[in-house]
């Protein structure tokens, strides 16, 4: 799936749920959210802040020794969202043009890593509610 996604909104047990998303490949994922609220997600915020077991080591690693070598992913400047599937209807999995395509993006880790509310200081230092690979 990839483009724009309407009709989200059936009952949820999460308390806010994504009624519309919307993707622009080479630019970013925009969520509107039950509660009216929009987020917008960079295709490398996105990628950065991947719920994978191997994304959330390299944060680690980064958080342990700033100067850690992390894996070069072949031009962050070129990266794409190739595409976008619903998983459920808890999650969302985005396939990358660095063939990263691991880690579920739940509704809640979405919200926790809403580049405004990190901004806003809102967000924890550890998101909850991440679906691993």
């Given at each position: ?57 390299e944060r680690e690693a980064l958080e342990a020794g700033p ?17 976008m599937e619903l998983v459920g209807n808890y999650a969302l ?41």
């Amino acid at each position: 799936m990839s483009g724009s996604v309407e009709g989200l909104g059936e009952e949820r047990a999460e308390s806010v749920w994504p009624v519309h998303l919307d993707l622009k490949r080479d630019r970013a994922l925009t969520v509107r959210w039950s509660d009216g609220r929009v987020s917008v997600y960079p295709v490398l915020y996105l990628r950065r802040h991947s719920p994978s077991a191997e994304a959330r080591q390299e944060r680690e690693a980064l958080e342990a020794g700033p100067l850690a070598v992390l894996k070069d992913r072949g031009g962050a400047a070129s990266l794409r969202a190739e595409s976008m599937e619903l998983v459920g209807n808890y999650a969302l999995r985005v396939r990358f043009s660095d063939g990263h395509d691991t880690g579920l993006y739940t509704w809640g880790y979405l919200r926790e890593i809403d580049p405004d509310r990190l901004e806003d200081g809102l967000a924890g230092d550890e998101p909850e509610g991440v679906a691993g690979d």
